[in-house]
């Protein structure tokens, strides 16, 4: 015998993707037990984020779901520099690999650099809602990206064209910052 019911507690556990360098969090929706255990699922806008083991996530602080890794509050805390220090790495060499495939495609007629430094740096403030002009840091950019990421997602229902908009104007301005 199965028993479905929402969840009552209010924890709320934390949602990390390292590929994309995002962290939030979300409550459970479903919780299913049966005789193997307990099985949940995140409530909205997360409720894709599941059927996974309720116990496992208890008895470890963590577990991965796709390209997530959902975990307990004292986990993240434990875990998260090591995490984002991963993250970026995996993030830069795949930014490596994108340039690298850049130049196969175009020869060596101008970097990868070059060309976003020519493009313009409005249309990307744009799309990330950011003021049109004036000096804007790092923090400003990320927090522009993980508020609209969170809407613009596929996961979470958003398109993969809206997605590619803001990560390709996210890359586009941290560059221009650290040049």
């Known amino acids: 015998m199965?028993?479905?019911?929402?969840?009552?507690?209010?924890?709320?556990?934390?949602i990390w993707n390292g590929q994309l360098g995002l962290v939030t969090t979300a409550a459970l929706g479903y919780v299913e037990t049966g005789a193997s255990g307990s099985k949940a699922w995140l409530a909205e806008p997360f409720d894709m984020v599941g059927p996974f083991s309720l116990d496992e996530l208890k008895a470890h602080g963590r577990i991965a779901f796709a390209?997530?890794?959902?975990?307990?509050?004292?986990?993240?805390?434990?875990?998260?520099?090591?995490?984002k220090r991963d993250s970026r790495i995996l993030r830069?060499?795949?930014?490596?690999?994108?340039?690298?495939?850049?130049?196969?495609?175009?020869?060596?007629?101008s970097s990868p650099q070059a060309r976003r430094q020519a493009s313009d740096e409005r249309e990307h403030r744009e799309?990330?809602?950011?003021?049109?002009?004036?000096?804007?840091?790092?923090?400003?950019?990320?927090?522009a990206f993980r508020r609209l990421a969170q809407k613009a997602h596929p996961d979470v229902g958003g398109s993969h064209e809206q997605f590619?908009?803001?990560?390709?104007?996210r890359t586009v301005l941290l560059d221009a910052i650290s040049t």
């Not at 390209?67 to 993240?76: E, I, K, T």
């Not at 930014?95 to 495939?101: A, I, V």
């Not at 799309?127 to 927090?143: F, H, Q, W, Y």
Request: hydrophobic share 40%; proline share 1%.
């Open 2 to 14: 199965h028993d479905t019911h929402a969840a009552t507690g209010d924890e709320e556990w934390v």
């Open 67 to 83: 390209a997530c890794l959902v975990m307990s509050r004292l986990r993240w805390q434990e875990d998260q520099a090591a995490l």
């Open 92 to 109: 830069q060499a795949a930014q490596e690999r994108m340039n690298e495939e850049f130049a196969r495609f175009y020869g060596h007629q």
């Open 127 to 143: 799309v990330l809602e950011l003021p049109s002009d004036g000096k804007i840091d790092r923090r400003e950019v990320n927090t």
């Open 164 to 169: 590619v908009r803001i990560a390709k104007a």
